[in-house]
Nanobody, 120 residues
């Protein structure tokens, strides 16, 4: 019904940059918000950044000034530009889309996750 697909993860050295992309597709009426979450080894899944349909953004304190979230509403796509990466940023990054589907049912849909590893 609704699919969320991330891309852009990989291995990068400390201080490097990556840009993650996430596209939502399927029987979607509208998207209320999209966000990025991450889960490091042995840790809970935490919100990294989110953005609403009106482009209001929210960031975790740990990534403010380093990460930037943006979206292309026409393409149902959200991006996460990650700069000045640190080893503690290593995690599986998940994209979430809060949508109303074709039958006007609200739901949260998750991508499969993409691995980001920051290491020398």
């Amino acid at each position: 019904q609704v699919q969320v697909v991330e891309s852009g993860g990989g291995l990068v050295q400390p201080g490097g940059s990556l840009r993650l992309s996430c596209a939502a597709s399927g029987r979607i009426r509208s998207i209320n918000a999209m966000g990025w979450y991450r889960q490091g080894p042995g840790k809970q899944r935490d919100m990294v950044a989110s953005i609403t349909s009106g482009d209001s953004t929210n960031y975790a304190d740990s990534v403010k000034g380093r990460f930037t979230i943006s979206r292309d509403n026409a393409k149902n796509t959200v991006y996460l530009q990650m700069n000045s990466l640190k080893p503690e940023d290593t995690a599986v990054y998940y994209c979430n889309a809060e949508v109303f589907d074709w039958y006007y049912l609200r739901g949260n849909y998750w991508g499969q996750g993409t691995q980001v590893t920051v290491s020398s």
